[in-house]
C-alpha cells in the first residue's frame, strides 16, 4: 500500500469519526427535546429552540411549536360556522386572490390536491383572524410566513406579529429604529458609516413583517429562525436585523459610503451566512442590551401594553396548559390607533429624570462627566468596552467642540449637580 494509500484511508477514517460523532450528538439533543415535550418543560424547549441546531426537524418542530405557543392543535371552527363569525372583512378578496397563486413552489407539496388543502388552510386561518378582529388590515406578505405554520389551523391563528396588521406601519418602524441604536452600542464606526450614507432602517423591514420567510431561499434556515423568534421576545427580529449588520462589518465597510450602494448592500439578505451563528451571535446581542435598557437608551417607549413590555410578566408567567385569557389583548386591539404610538423623550423631560437620580447614580456620572469634558477622544472612550454606561451616552462621546459638548447629556448632568 502506497503512502498516498494510508494517508487517504486515514483522513476517510477521521471524516467517518467526526460523522459518526455528529449523529450521535445529533440523537442526544432529538432525545433531549421529545422529554422536555412529553413531560411539558416550557422553559426547557424555549432554550433548545434558542440554542445550537434549534428544534432540528419539521416533525419535532410539529409538537414544539404549539407547545411554545400554549395552544391546542385541535382542528377549530371554519370561518363562517358560527354566528359571531357571519361578517365578512373588508380584505378578504385579496386574500382569495393571494392565496390561489401562493403554494406554487412549496417544496413539500406534490400534488394537487395537497397544494388545495394547504391553500384551503391557509385562508380559513387568515380569513378567520381578520373576522375576529375586523380593525386588522391583510398584508400580502403575511402569506409567505403563515405558509409555515398554517398545516395546523390552530398553530395559525396564534397572535403572531399584530403591529404589521395595523392600519398604519408606524409601530413597525419605530421598532426597526432601534436596529441602528443596537449597532450603534456594539460598533461605533458601522454606525457612523451607516448614517453618513443616510440609509434608513426601512430595509430590513420584510425580514420583521415575515421572519425572513420572504427574503431566506433555503426553507430549513427560514424554520430555523422561526425557532428562535417563536421561543424569544417579539422583539428578537430586530436583534437579528442588527446582528446581520453587524456580521456583514467587513463587506460593508469596503463600499462606497452612498445611499444607493450601502442599501443595496443592507436590503439584500445573505444567503450564505451560517444560520446557527447568527441565532447564537442575535441571542448573544439581546442578552448584551435587553429591551427595557435599549429603549432608555433610544429614547423612546414603545407603547406600554406592547407585546415586547409585557412578554416578561405577562407571557412567560402563563404555565403550560393554562387557558389564556385573551380579553385584556382584545381589548388593546380594538383600541384606537393613536392609542398605541410609542412615546419620544424630548430634552425637558431627560432632565425631570436626571433630578430623580439617586446621589450615588449623580456623583458617578458626573465623574464620568468630567472624563469627556476633559478631552478623551472616541477611540479612547471606546476602548473602555466592558463600561456599556459609556456607550449609552454616545452622543457626548462623538461631540467633536466644546458647544457640541455642552449640548450633550454628559454635560447636562455636570450643570445639574
Given at each position: 500500500?502506497t503512502?498516498?494509500?494510508k494517508?487517504?484511508l486515514?483522513?476517510?477514517?477521521?471524516?467517518?469519526?467526526?460523522?459518526?460523532?455528529?449523529?450521535?450528538?445529533?440523537?442526544?439533543?432529538?432525545?433531549?427535546?421529545?422529554?422536555?415535550i412529553?413531560t411539558?418543560?416550557?422553559?426547557?424547549i424555549?432554550?433548545?429552540?434558542?440554542?445550537?441546531?434549534g428544534?432540528?426537524n419539521?416533525?419535532?418542530?410539529?409538537?414544539?411549536?404549539p407547545?411554545?405557543?400554549?395552544?391546542?392543535?385541535?382542528?377549530?371552527?371554519?370561518?363562517?360556522?358560527?354566528?359571531?363569525q357571519?361578517?365578512?372583512?373588508?380584505?378578504?378578496?385579496?386574500?382569495?386572490?393571494?392565496?390561489e397563486?401562493?403554494?406554487?413552489?412549496?417544496?413539500?407539496?406534490?400534488?394537487?390536491?395537497?397544494?388545495?388543502?394547504?391553500?384551503?388552510?391557509?385562508?380559513?386561518?387568515?380569513?378567520?383572524?381578520?373576522?375576529?378582529?375586523?380593525?386588522?388590515?391583510?398584508?400580502?406578505?403575511?402569506i409567505?410566513?403563515?405558509?409555515?405554520?398554517?398545516?395546523?389551523?390552530?398553530?395559525?391563528?396564534?397572535?403572531?406579529?399584530?403591529?404589521?396588521?395595523?392600519?398604519?406601519?408606524?409601530?413597525?418602524l419605530?421598532?426597526l429604529?432601534?436596529?441602528f441604536?443596537?449597532?450603534?452600542l456594539?460598533?461605533?464606526?458601522?454606525s457612523?458609516?451607516?448614517?453618513?450614507?443616510?440609509?434608513?432602517?426601512?430595509?430590513?423591514?420584510?425580514?420583521?413583517?415575515?421572519?425572513?420567510?420572504?427574503?431566506?431561499?433555503?426553507i430549513?434556515?427560514?424554520t430555523?429562525?422561526?425557532?428562535l423568534?417563536?421561543?424569544?421576545?417579539?422583539?428578537?427580529?430586530?436583534?437579528m436585523?442588527?446582528?446581520?449588520?453587524?456580521?456583514?462589518?467587513?463587506?460593508?465597510?469596503?463600499?462606497?459610503?452612498e445611499?444607493?450602494?450601502?442599501?443595496?448592500?443592507?436590503s439584500?439578505?445573505?444567503?450564505?451566512?451560517?444560520?446557527?451563528?447568527?441565532?447564537f451571535?442575535?441571542?448573544?446581542?439581546?442578552k448584551?442590551?435587553?429591551?427595557?435598557?435599549?429603549?432608555?437608551?433610544?429614547?423612546?417607549?414603545?407603547?406600554?401594553?406592547?407585546?415586547?413590555?409585557?412578554?416578561?410578566?405577562?407571557?412567560?408567567?402563563?404555565?403550560?396548559?393554562?387557558?389564556?385569557?385573551y380579553?385584556?389583548?382584545?381589548?388593546?386591539?380594538?383600541?384606537?390607533?393613536?392609542?398605541?404610538?410609542?412615546?419620544r423623550?424630548?430634552?425637558s423631560?431627560q432632565?425631570?429624570?436626571?433630578?430623580?437620580?439617586?446621589?450615588?447614580q449623580?456623583?458617578?456620572?458626573?465623574?464620568?462627566?468630567?472624563?469627556?469634558?476633559?478631552g478623551?477622544?472616541d477611540?479612547?472612550?471606546?476602548?473602555?468596552?466592558?463600561?456599556?454606561?459609556l456607550?449609552c451616552?454616545s452622543?457626548?462621546i462623538?461631540?467633536?467642540?466644546?458647544?457640541?459638548?455642552?449640548?450633550s447629556?454628559?454635560?447636562?448632568?455636570?450643570v445639574?449637580?
Open positions: 500500500m503512502k498516498s494509500h494517508v487517504s486515514r483522513h476517510r477514517g477521521v471524516n467517518s469519526f467526526a460523522k459518526k460523532n455528529k449523529n450521535d450528538v445529533l440523537r442526544k439533543r432529538i432525545r433531549k427535546i421529545n422529554e422536555a412529553e411539558n418543560n416550557i422553559s426547557e424555549r432554550q433548545l429552540a434558542k440554542t445550537k441546531t428544534l432540528v419539521d416533525g419535532i418542530r410539529r409538537r414544539a411549536w407547545k411554545l405557543l400554549n395552544i391546542e392543535t385541535s382542528e377549530g371552527k371554519k370561518p363562517g360556522s358560527g354566528e359571531s357571519v361578517t365578512i372583512h373588508k380584505d378578504e378578496y385579496q386574500v382569495e386572490l393571494d392565496v397563486r401562493s403554494l406554487v413552489n412549496f417544496p413539500k407539496v406534490v400534488t394537487q390536491s395537497q397544494r388545495k388543502r394547504y391553500r384551503d388552510d391557509l385562508r380559513d386561518v387568515i380569513v378567520e383572524i381578520l373576522r375576529r378582529h375586523p380593525k386588522l388590515s391583510y398584508y400580502q406578505a403575511i409567505k410566513m403563515l405558509t409555515l405554520i398554517a398545516k395546523s389551523r390552530r398553530l395559525g391563528q396564534a397572535k403572531i406579529l399584530p403591529y404589521a396588521m395595523m392600519p398604519s406601519l408606524d409601530l413597525v419605530d421598532q429604529s432601534l436596529v441604536d443596537l449597532v450603534r456594539e460598533d461605533h464606526e458601522v457612523k458609516f451607516i448614517e453618513t450614507s443616510g440609509v434608513m432602517s426601512h430595509f430590513c423591514i420584510s425580514w420583521y413583517i415575515t421572519w425572513c420567510s420572504h427574503d431566506i431561499q433555503n430549513s434556515s427560514v430555523r429562525l422561526f425557532d423568534f417563536i421561543a424569544s421576545d417579539p422583539l428578537m427580529p430586530v436583534y436585523a442588527a446582528t446581520v449588520i453587524l456580521m456583514r462589518r467587513g463587506e460593508l465597510l469596503s463600499q462606497e459610503c445611499f444607493s450602494t450601502v442599501h443595496s448592500l443592507l439584500k439578505f445573505p444567503q450564505h451566512i451560517d444560520i446557527d451563528d447568527l441565532v451571535q442575535t441571542m448573544n446581542l439581546y448584551k442590551y435587553l429591551p427595557d435598557p435599549l429603549q432608555k437608551y433610544a429614547q423612546i417607549s414603545l407603547y406600554e401594553n406592547c407585546c415586547t413590555n409585557t412578554y416578561k410578566n405577562q407571557w412567560l408567567t402563563i404555565e403550560n396548559g393554562q387557558p389564556i385569557d380579553t385584556e389583548a382584545e381589548k388593546i386591539l380594538s383600541l384606537p390607533f393613536a392609542g398605541r404610538k410609542t412615546v423623550f424630548s430634552n423631560q432632565q425631570r429624570h436626571l433630578f430623580n437620580l439617586s446621589k450615588t449623580k456623583i458617578t456620572l458626573v465623574c464620568l462627566s468630567v472624563v469627556v469634558l476633559y478623551i477622544t477611540e479612547d472612550v471606546f476602548a473602555f468596552r466592558s463600561f456599556d454606561i456607550k451616552f452622543d457626548a462623538r461631540s467633536k467642540t466644546l458647544l457640541s459638548i455642552s449640548q447629556y454628559f454635560f447636562q448632568i455636570a445639574l449637580i
